[in-house]
């Protein structure tokens, strides 16, 4: 069976730590990890986004 690993990261000395100690833990194991890495962006630009990709939408739908 194949494990799927998921590990959060911020790219610190202890998520990387953290990420050799699960390579370390499941080294006799089938596995894929995944890092994960999030950030906060603000709502002004959060919200230019979804504009954007609406108006695209949109001009797809009209355009069809």
Request: hydrophobic share 45%.
């Amino acid at each position: 069976m194949r494990h799927h690993i998921l590990l959060p990261t911020d790219f610190s000395d202890n998520a990387w730590s953290a990420a050799v100690y699960a390579l370390k833990l499941y080294a006799d194991f089938e596995c894929t990890f995944y890092f994960l890495n999030t950030t906060s962006i603000k709502v002004s630009m959060l919200s230019n986004l979804s504009n954007k990709l609406l108006n695209e939408k949109i001009k797809e739908i009209i355009i069809e």
